[in-house]
């Protein structure tokens, strides 16, 4: 079981393609259709954050927690931990909508957090980090925000949704980001020996230069 967790983005490629054939080959409406698309492309997304090129937990610490710690064995931060937050903000997210498909705001605020991620991987990433390419940004703007861009212009109507669907949306979105990569949960195992994450997974791009320092 460890050494599968230690292994978690790797096997996401695998889930990756399962959840396209799904999205392909079996029967469903488009709602449906496009979650599963989001799925397998999110899997896709970890393995490029975590496995090639990698990097993402160096520029998380760095952009998103404010550290400019380089040493990361001192992150609160392993592959245990980003493999309970990645995946259970990927089935929160996106498999509780399929399971409960009468519940609009779900399936609203999957897709809203579509464009979440073209906004962190095509602006905030690459302008705090001084970099043209950020780990994720090409799963994330390429896979994520088309799938977006389709479910607003073809699928999306405003009389799908009332407001307070709405406000459900990013309450539940903002409390799933929590549980997933805030709660006492996660920093907690964080924390527990022997899931260490490797200089590439760690640094990425960035493993010459931040060893340099």
């Known amino acids: 079981m460890k050494k599968m967790i230690n292994q978690w983005h790797f096997v996401s490629v695998y889930l990756a393609g399962a959840a396209a054939l799904v999205a392909i080959l079996v029967p469903m409406d488009i709602t449906s259709r496009l979650l599963w698309a989001s799925i397998s492309i999110l899997f896709l997304h970890f393995y490029e954050e975590f496995g090639a090129p990698g990097g993402f937990p160096y520029m998380g610490m760095k952009v998103l927690m404010g550290s400019s710690e380089t040493d990361k064995t001192k992150w609160s931060c392993n592959n245990l931990s980003s493999m309970f937050g990645n995946?259970?903000?990927?089935?929160?997210?996106?498999?509780?909508?399929?399971?409960?498909?009468?519940?609009?705001?779900?399936?609203?605020?999957?897709?809203?957090?579509?464009?979440?991620?073209v906004i962190v991987h095509l602006l905030l990433f690459p302008v705090r980090m001084k970099e043209f390419y950020n780990p994720g940004q090409i799963t994330g703007v390429l896979g994520l925000g088309v799938i977006g861009i389709y479910y607003f212009?073809?699928?999306?109507?405003?009389?799908?949704?009332?407001?307070?669907?709405?406000?459900?949306?990013?309450?539940w979105f903002v409390g799933v980001f929590w549980f997933s990569f805030r709660s006492p949960l996660y920093w907690g195992l964080g924390t527990k020996p022997g899931y260490d994450l490797t200089d590439r997974s760690a640094f990425g791009l960035w493993e010459a230069v931040v060893q340099k320092k």
Do not use: K
């Open 87 to 117: 995946w259970g903000f990927l089935f929160l997210l996106y498999v509780v909508p399929l399971l409960l498909p009468g519940v609009c705001f779900l399936t609203l605020s999957a897709m809203l957090f579509l464009f979440a991620e």
């Open 153 to 171: 212009a073809l699928v999306f109507e405003p009389q799908m949704y009332v407001w307070y669907d709405y406000v459900l949306a990013i309450a």
